[in-house]
Structure formats: C-alpha cells, structure tokens
C-alpha cells in the first residue's frame, strides 16, 4: 500500500499532474492511520481438553480461548499446533474479532486418526490491527498431551503356552497334580486323598483307584512387536492393528494371570520384563503407544534382547507383518533356541494393491506366493502362524494357530 | 466497484476510449488473477492500472479525484483481505464487518482531506518550481513519518515484548499450516 502510494506521488511528481498525487493520498492516510492506530495487542489464549484419555475413534473436544486484554480492537487469527495424527475439525484457520477487553471461545473437535501420544497447543496466533496494515504473530498457550488408545479385541481364544509356571493361572498344565481337569486314573498309593477316589473305577479294578488331574497354572508371555517395518495406506498400516493386536493379547493373558511382557523390535528395542497384573497392563499400553516405525540399517538378533526378558520356557507371541528380513531371522533365531514361538502376522497384502500393469500384477503374485513360502517354511520349524487381515478376527486366526500346535506335524520341540 | 470506477474513465474518455476499455479489461483481469491465485502484486497491479487510467479523462477538474482514490483503496484494501482470509475455516461474525467498517471509514475521511488537498490545488492552479518543490518536501515528508512510524512500531516491538505477547512480523496473508 506504500509502495503504491509511494508510486503515485512520484509520478504526480514526474508528470506534473495533482490528479496521480489525489489519488494516492487515501493510500497515504490508510496506511498512516493504520501505523497510528496499531497498538502492541495483549492477548492471552489457552487450549483445554475435555479429557487427556481417549479411545481411538472417540472425539475429544479441544476448546480455545483467546481474551484481548489490551485497549484496541484486534482481527486475531488462530490455529491450534497439532500432532501428525491428530485431526482438528475445523481445521486450519480461525478468525475471530475481539474488542478490547473482549474473550473468545472457539471449540475444536480432536480426532486422533489413530493410537499414541498426541498433541494440541500451543496456539498459532496472527494479530491484526483494525485496518489491517500490521500484523503480529506468535505462538500462545501450553502444549497438552491427549493419549488415544488402541481399540482391543475380545479374545476368547488364546494360544496354548506349552509349558506353565507352577502359580495358579487358567492354562490347564500338562504336569498332573491338583486341578479341575481331568488326566488320568492310577492305583491308590499311600498319602491320596480319599475324595481322589474314583469309586467307579475301583469297583470295576476292585482296587482302590484315584482320579490324576491338569491343575491350572499361569504362563509367562512376551509379546514381541516388530516395527522394523510396515505396510500402510490411507485407511491405516499394519503397525496400528499390531499394536491393537499386543494390546488385546496383553489384556487377556493378564486377565489369566499370566506373567507378559513386551519386546518392541525394531530400529530401536524397547522393553518390558514380564509382570502380573493390571499395573502391567498400563505399563504394556504405554509401552505400545510410543511404538513407531524407526528406519534403521542396524542388524539385530536375539542377543540383543535381554535374558531376563524372555525367560524359559516363555510364549512368544511375535506379532509382525514378516516384511523385514531381520525380523524373520528373529524369529527363526529364537524357535532354533526351542522358544515357544507363535507368529501373529499381520497381513500387509490388504495394505498394497498390485499396479495397474500386467507384470505388476505377476510381480504382486511371485510376491504373494514368497510370503506363503516363508509362511510354509516358518510352519515347518514348528512355529504357528496366525494371518490375521484387515477385516477379520484375531480369534479365529488363533484358534487356527492351537490347532495347527495341537496336530501331528508339530513336534514341539521344547 | 472496479466496473464503476472503470465507467467513470470510459465515459470521459473521448477518442481514448478503446484504451481505457483495454486498460479496464486488464485491470479486471488482473485483479481476478489476484483474487484467485492470491497474488497481492497482481491485485496491486490492477489499482495501479486503474490509477493511470484516471489520466485518460478529459475533464480534468480534480474533484472526482478524490472519490476515485477512495473507490481505488476499497478495493485493495477488500482484495487484500479476501486473500488474507483464504485460508481461514471459520470466521467469526464481526470479522469482516469490522475491518470493512474501519476501512470505509479512513476512505472516506482521506477522500475528505483529499478533497481539501484538491481545493487547494485548484484555489493556486500556478506551477512554480517553489510550489513543486514545497509538494514533493511534503510529500516525501509525510512518507518519511510513516515509514519512521512503522520502523519504530517494529523495533519496540521486537525489543521490550510482554510475557506470551505474539511478536510483530511482516504483513503476510499466508496462513499458517500448523501441522507438525
């Protein structure tokens, strides 16, 4: 506006006529008027949050106030800083108007596209003086942090650990003692109990027979989450619905007094040395929130886990898309070591669609069948593979996993 | 508004007329690139187009200058803040009708004091190099003061700033994407 103002005057100047220069001048006294009346504006803003804790899918509501406690009008023009996953409705830009003195409450609706720790604040802040010829700009407010929550499946079935700690738990052992489910019958020997006595039994023997029992034991668990790498497109990757897979596991295995922890391999390794109860279930869920693809070219093993983390004769449950070499080497690694291993593979095939060519589509089918040749040859070392695509189930995938422990190919070789 | 103005000049252009309907077409034109790509400069080329083409009228009594002027600053300043506000979502209730408040209302006190300024002009028609000489020391003056005005607003700003006050920065109608 200067500048034009500025142009004007020289050619009146330059070209002898008063017209160019009358024309300038409203420019002129626009832009002296707006310098005048600008003043340095007050403004105070805060972003709340109706709650920190949500579940994913839920909405939370993030309100924003912004009160001018100087003594001019000001055009203020906000934006709330968001985390990558966070979406804000309205998004972009606010404008609102506020006169001296004058409050301003403008509701955003927060909707984490997925789990994790995510963000709102502080506050973008564009300040205007009423004409509009300065401008301020800064940020206002705190940093809040909103925690969404993977959505978990209800899982009935779990996977059978082979071998139990002698605690009580709901894994029926396969050690015989005291228990509800049923072993065997044996001769009675001095120190049974006489309510062990199979009276049926001993009536068609005719000598005394005892009932032999499961009993009921807990298992330790390692959920070992791959985040070497993912497959994902607009609607969401194979990390998210791994992580609501460790989630879910981790939730029930607790629930049956099993011993879990977590191994979260990747580009970086985090863990969680195996615990009891529902403090360790927030600690996993914590965990599991802070999990993310991490680029890495490092090659790692099995020895970088720490020992105490997979202790004998745990259940490991590697819940992973099989995309990266390492982490199949992993896992071949640990079933070689006699782990208990079960594989959760989270199908990347729902996530990638073959390219619109032929050979793209031959090219999606070679890699098709490598990944059920892995599948095939992870099978044939005795490891359980559960699929588990975008729109199905985990329970079913698990209970496929049981049967395939439970059948004649498999020789546990623990 | 740009139609009006551009009429004013069309109808007292006499032989210069095609020129003017040429230069009310870029000016249109140039304003509708502005508005759409969010260009100030092509909207700043319009007001200077349409400016110029005040030249072309024949009548040349200085009065309607001042109202031309106005007329000229209303749409730049409607243009600028139509750019400025492309990116908003929402848009409280008085936000405009403020700011176009307070607009009209400096276009039409400098269209006053325009007038004042074309009275004189008219009142002492003589052109001396003393009388130019004097207009271009005020003009430069007054452009000096602002530019000082502004300087100073500027550099108080970035020293002694208020806890939590935003800091001042160049106009600027690119809004913020604050996506980290």
Known sequence: ML???????????????PELALLSLPFLVFAGAGLILAQEPHLAAEVELDRTRLLEGETVVATV?????????????????????????????????????????????????????????????????????????????????????????????????????????????????EGIEFADIRPFQV??????????????????????????HSSDVVLLLDTFEEARDQAGGTLDAAVRAAAGLARAHLARRDRVGLVDFGGTLHWLEPAIGTTQLYRIIDALLASDI?????????????????????????????????????????????????????????????????????????????????????????????????????GPALEGVNAFRRSAQHAVRV | MLVGLASLVIADAGEASQLAWLGAGLAALSLAVGLVAGSVTAVHTAIALLGTM????????????????????????????????????????????????????????SACAAAAAALAVTAAPGRSVTVTALGALAAVAAFAAIVRSARRRYRASDGGEAPGAPSPAAPSGAPTSPAE
Do not use: K, M
């Open chain 1, 191 to 216: 120190g049974d109990r006489v309510r062990q006595i199979n009276w049926r039994a001993t009536a068609r023997r005719g000598a005394p027979q005892v009932n032999e029992r499961h009993p009921e």
């Open chain 1, 294 to 394: 991490a680029f890495s070219y490092a090659w790692r093993n099995v020895d970088s886990i720490p020992l105490r983390v997979l202790p004998p004769g745990a259940l490991v449950l590697a819940i992973s898309p099989l995309l990266d070499e390492r982490s199949t080497a992993l896992v071949t690694d640990l079933r070689s070591r006699g782990c208990d291993l079960t594989v959760i593979e989270v199908s990347p095939l729902d996530h990638i669609a073959p390219g619109p060519s032929a050979a793209d589509a031959v090219a999606y089918e070679l890699w098709r069948l490598q990944r059920e040749a892995l599948r095939a040859r992870l099978q044939s070392l005795g490891i359980g593979v559960a699929v588990w695509g975008r729109d199905g189930t985990l």
């Open chain 1, 65 to 177: 106030w912004v009160r001018n406690d100087g003594q001019d009008r000001v055009e203020v023009e906000l934006a709330p800083v968001r985390s990558r996953y966070l979406t804000l409705e309205p998004a972009g830009v606010v404008a609102v108007d506020l006169p001296a003195g004058a409050e301003a409450r403008v509701a955003f609706a927060a909707h984490p596209r997925r789990w994790g720790a995510h963000a709102v604040g502080p506050l973008v802040v564009h300040a205007r003086d009423p004409l509009g010829v300065t401008t301020w700009e800064g940020r206002l407010g705190r940093r809040l942090h909103l925690r969404a929550f993977p959505r978990e499946q209800r899982l009935r079935e779990l996977v059978a650990p082979v071998r139990t700690r002698p605690f009580l738990g709901t894994h029926v052992a396969r050690a015989r003692g």
């Open chain 2, 54 to 109: 005040f030249l072309l009228r024949h009548d040349t009594r200085l009065l309607l200058a001042p109202p031309y002027g106005a007329g000229l600053l209303l749409i730049d300043d409607l243009a600028a803040q139509t750019i400025e506000l492309r990116g908003v979502s929402q848009i409280g209730p008085a936000v405009i009708g403020a700011r176009t408040g307070a607009a009209l209302a400096v276009a039409a006190i």
């Open chain 1, 3 to 17: 500048a034009l103002a500025a142009a004007g005057l020289i050619a009146a100047l330059a070209s002898g006529r």
